[in-house]
């Protein structure tokens, strides 16, 4: 089994940056597949980036596009989610996500791994 160890999040202005990390533990495979979802209160748990382990192949939903950017340090075994240019609708808890086969479309059946979520509040 793998596990998920987030860090980061916390309170920001609108407008501001964040960076969030993920550090995988345990087995891991070469087509290997991390990544974040988020959920708001009332809401269902979606999709915000992806990336593969070996190639770095990234994927990202329309809604952060351009603002946020998903990365990894291979010899940590830990992927980042830079986030820049937040808004007060990207308020929910950030969830690091693994699976064992990196594809380019993300859903939550799909996931092998969750962490254990990271709250990110954007003020007005």
């Known amino acids: 089994q793998v596990q998920l160890v987030e860090s980061g999040g916390g309170l920001v202005q609108a407008g501001g940056s964040l960076r969030l990390s993920c550090a995988a533990s345990?087995?891991?495979?070469?087509?290997?597949?991390m990544g974040w979802f988020r959920q708001a209160p009332g809401k269902e748990r979606e999709f915000v980036a992806a990336?593969?382990?070996?190639?770095?192949?990234?994927s990202y939903s329309d809604s952060v596009k351009g603002r946020f950017s998903i990365s990894r340090d291979l010899a940590k075994n830990t992927v980042f989610l830079q986030m820049n240019s937040l808004k007060p609708e990207d308020t929910a808890v950030y969830y690091c996500?693994?699976?064992?086969?990196?594809?380019?479309?993300?859903?939550?059946?799909?996931?092998?791994?969750w962490g254990q979520g990271t709250q990110v509040t954007v003020s007005s």
């Open positions: 345990g087995r891991t495979f070469s087509s290997y597949g």
């Open positions: 996500a693994a699976r064992r086969f990196y594809g380019s479309s993300w859903t939550r059946d799909l996931i092998d791994y």
């Open positions: 990336i593969s382990w070996s190639v770095g192949f990234t």
